[in-house]
């Protein structure tokens, strides 16, 4: 299955290790990233493949344990994240 990671918060070392680290420990694939600073705020958009045997909610439950570190991280289906940015 395919889903697209948005990570938005204030930029500090280590952002992008964290989030691939988890991702690496869930055997999920990062197929294209995109990352950029606006001011003080470090923005990424991840499309990743997971595993069948990798529940999304369960990547998701793991992603979400990095708001601690002041980062908002949202995990969509591609097809649910298709659907709502269609004009």
Same mark, same amino acid.
């Given at each position: 299955?395919?889903?697209?990671?948005?990570?938005?918060?204030?930029?500090?070392?280590?952002?992008?290790?964290?989030?691939?680290?988890?991702?690496?420990?869930?055997?999920?694939?990062?197929?294209?990233?995109?990352?950029?600073?606006?001011?003080?705020?470090?923005?990424?958009?991840? #499309?990743?493949?997971?595993? =069948?045997?990798?529940? +999304?909610? @369960?990547?998701?439950? *793991?992603?979400?344990?990095?708001?601690?570190?002041? #980062?908002?991280?949202?995990? =969509?289906?591609?097809? +649910?994240? @298709?659907?709502?940015? *269609?004009?």
């Amino acid at each position: 299955m395919k889903a697209v990671i948005t990570v938005i918060g204030e930029d500090k070392t280590g952002i992008i290790y964290k989030v691939s680290k988890i991702l690496y420990e869930m055997n999920v694939n990062i197929e294209d990233i995109s990352q950029t600073i606006m001011q003080k705020y470090f923005t990424m958009l991840m #499309l990743v493949s997971i595993p =069948q045997d990798v529940k +999304i909610a @369960d990547l998701a439950e *793991k992603l979400a344990e990095l708001k601690e570190e002041g #980062l908002s991280i949202q995990v =969509q289906k591609t097809d +649910i994240f @298709d659907a709502m940015h *269609k004009i």
